[in-house]
């Protein structure tokens, strides 16, 4: 049973920071992919971040290069996200997801919501 958990999610100020966490069960991550992805109101799901477990290389969407850092423990198969230099238009729901390389993002979490405001 595959299974990807969420937290950390809330509210904070323009400016401020927030971690986000996802859990990972019933899989080794080795061969994997994981990313986050994120959904505001009335716009398209985009992908934020992702990193490789085999290897550590991450990505990263362009809005947020400089002010998010993506990053894994493999001994606890936990991936975060440290989201820095926080702004309104970040405020989303917040998904993990994890893929096969080279395959879709076949694994999906219920996210956590992320809400950027003064």
């Known amino acids: 049973d595959v299974q990807l958990q969420a937290s950390g999610g809330g509210l904070v100020q323009p400016g401020g920071s927030l971690r986000l966490s996802c859990a990972a069960s019933g899989f080794t991550l080795g061969s994997y992919a994981i990313a986050w992805f994120r959904q505001a109101p009335g716009k398209e799901r985009e992908r934020v971040a992702q990193i490789r477990f085999v290897d550590g290389s991450t990505w990263y969407l362009d809005s947020v290069k400089g002010r998010f850092t993506i990053s894994r423990d493999n001994t606890q198969n936990m991936v975060y996200l440290q989201m820095n230099s926080l702004k309104p238009e970040d405020t989303a729901v917040y998904y993990c997801?994890?893929?096969?390389?080279?395959?879709?993002?076949?694994?999906w979490g219920q996210g956590t919501l992320v809400t950027v405001s003064s």
């Open positions: 997801a994890a893929a096969v390389l080279g395959r879709p993002y076949d694994y």
